[in-house]
């Protein structure tokens, strides 16, 4: 039969392995809120993902992606009026909302390296490769 002794060691090691648990997972977490907006926006597109549109895919597409990105700023704002909004926020539409701001960049991108005329009247809607 363990004496009393060793039922005391043994729970002072397991409220330090607990400890020291809790504090990794802490450490861990706290970890996951530095991470830049702008390089999880990038983390959610592949490079050169919008290479092969012409420019007048590349301008439809930069429409049709700011519109959503209005629509999700006016979801966000909307949501983070009420209780727990910012965990709705984060669990709804956060994702989302990088992965169109993602998008958008490499669509900057594409549109750069095209040297495409970005809302030009001069514009003949042609693409140069």
């Known amino acids: 039969m363990p004496n009393l002794r060793d039922r005391s060691k043994q729970h002072v090691v397991r ?8 504090a990794f997972l802490a450490a861990s977490l706290g970890a996951c809120g530095t991470i830049s ?3 999880a926006a990038s983390a959610f597109i592949a490079p050169g993902k919008f ?5 007048q895919d590349v301008d439809d597409r930069v429409m049709t992606l700011r519109t959503r990105q209005i629509e999700l700023e006016q979801l966000m704002a909307r949501a983070s009026q009420g209780a727990g909004g910012e965990f709705i926020n984060t669990v709804a539409y956060r994702s989302e909302y990088l992965q169109t ?8 991108q594409a549109s750069a390296d095209k040297q495409c005329a970005v809302d030009s009247k001069f514009s003949s809607g042609r693409a140069v490769f």
């Open 51 to 55: 290479q092969i549109y012409s420019c």
């Open 37 to 39: 907006e702008q390089s």
């Open 101 to 108: 701001r993602g998008e958008l960049a490499e669509l900057k």
């Open 15 to 22: 409220r330090g392995i607990g400890a020291a648990s809790v």
